[in-house]
């Protein structure tokens, strides 16, 4: 397994801003992921980041809206750029370890866009 | 990826398992049955996953029928803090992506 922590755990944002979140896993992981979770909704991949090369995004999501860095193997970044009280979510980002496709998932970021 | 049928909500009585069905009839050969689940406000929690045998672990069993169209999970003796949205997710495993479903609300009762 992995533990994960996620920054900020919440934020209230005005619209225009924008918004980082970090990632931070304790171990070394190939695969991280992003997803976002809309109230009372289920989770929606968002973008696979691997060490070493771009982020690819799912459809419906851009590189100018939620660029994501992945700098090295423990620590990823999601910004959410130009927000608007839609991108009112939760944010959550998961690794995959051991190879056997299984995620361990951080508790999230708690997103309020005003 | 195959998709996954699963009820919406199931209760269930403390200290009782509790059986939560999945089907995934379109499911591939080289695609395995995940199972996780979310607390209220948390971030999903890995619980099972399996190809074709059934599987336990110190969490629940995974019950896989033989042509692999359906699963269940079992939670052999279910808390309230078992209650969550449970969810059952057919992927290929390692380096691809889990789409989520609805998933079920699992209540447990006093």
């Known amino acids: 397994s992995a533990v994960i922590s996620q920054k900020p755990s919440r934020d209230i944002c005005q619209r225009g801003t924008s918004l980082t979140i970090q990632c931070q896993v304790d171990?070394?992981?190939?695969?991280m992921f992003w997803y976002r979770q809309q109230p009372g909704q289920s989770l929606t991949l968002i973008a696979t980041?691997?060490?070493?090369?771009?982020?690819?995004?799912e459809s419906g999501f851009v590189i100018d809206k939620f660029p994501i860095s992945r700098p090295n193997l423990t620590f990823s970044t999601l910004t959410v750029s130009n927000m608007s009280p839609e991108d009112s979510s939760i944010y959550l980002c998961?690794?995959?370890?051991?190879?056997?496709?299984?995620?361990?998932f951080g508790p999230g970021t708690r997103l309020l866009v005003l | 990826d195959a998709k996954t049928t699963q009820p919406p909500s199931m209760d269930c009585a403390e200290g009782r398992a509790a059986n939560l069905p999945c089907n995934h009839s379109?499911?591939?050969?080289?695609?395995?049955v995940y199972w996780y689940r979310q607390i209220h406000s948390q971030g999903p929690q890995y619980i099972i996953h399996?190809?074709?045998n059934n599987e336990t672990n110190e969490m629940a069993s995974l019950i896989i029928t033989e042509d692999r169209k359906s699963s269940t999970l079992i939670l052999p003796h279910a808390t309230l803090r078992d209650t969550a949205v449970y969810y059952c997710?057919?992927?290929?495993?390692?380096?691809?992506?889990?789409?989520f479903g609805k998933g079920t609300l699992l209540t447990v009762n006093p």
């Open positions: 998961s690794v995959e370890t051991s190879g056997t496709g299984t995620q361990y």
């Open positions: 171990s070394q992981v190939t695969m």
């Open positions: 980041a691997n060490q070493g090369s771009e982020a690819t995004y």
């Open positions: 379109t499911i591939s050969g080289n695609e395995y």
């Open positions: 399996g190809l074709k």
């Open positions: 997710i057919v992927s290929r495993g390692s380096n691809y992506k889990l789409t």
